[in-house]
């Protein structure tokens, strides 16, 4: 019996340093956060072997943007929200 081994590559979800599967778009803790809404229509347009752009379908590739558009999204807003907190907390500090 022949196994498929699948390389690794990096998260799509930006400044995530997780080593996702190949065969995977992001890691676990990523994809999950993606709402249902976005999935979906990456798992319905998704065709094994269309890794590359130029070979995916505009259906795909209109999937890929649109989840990839809400993980930039989140993660500036993420990252806004850490900036205040900081902020936020070094104010405090200089308080006490």
């Keep these: 019996m022949s196994r498929r081994y699948v ?3 990096r998260c799509a979800w930006p400044g995530c340093p997780v080593t996702a599967r190949r065969d995977c778009l992001m890691c676990a803790r990523h994809w999950t956060a ?3 809404r976005l999935r979906a229509p990456v798992w319905e347009h998704y065709v094994p ?3 590359d752009l130029a070979t995916a379908t505009p259906e795909y590739r209109e999937a890929l943007a649109a989840a990839l558009d809400y993980a930039g999204r989140a993660n500036a807003d993420a990252e806004r ?3 205040l907190e ?3 907390r ?3 500090g200089a308080r006490w």
């Design 90 to 92: 070094s104010r405090q």
């Design 81 to 83: 929200q850490a900036a």
């Design 7 to 9: 390389t690794a590559r």
């Design 34 to 36: 993606l709402p249902k």
């Design 86 to 88: 900081a902020e936020m």
């Design 49 to 51: 072997g269309q890794d």
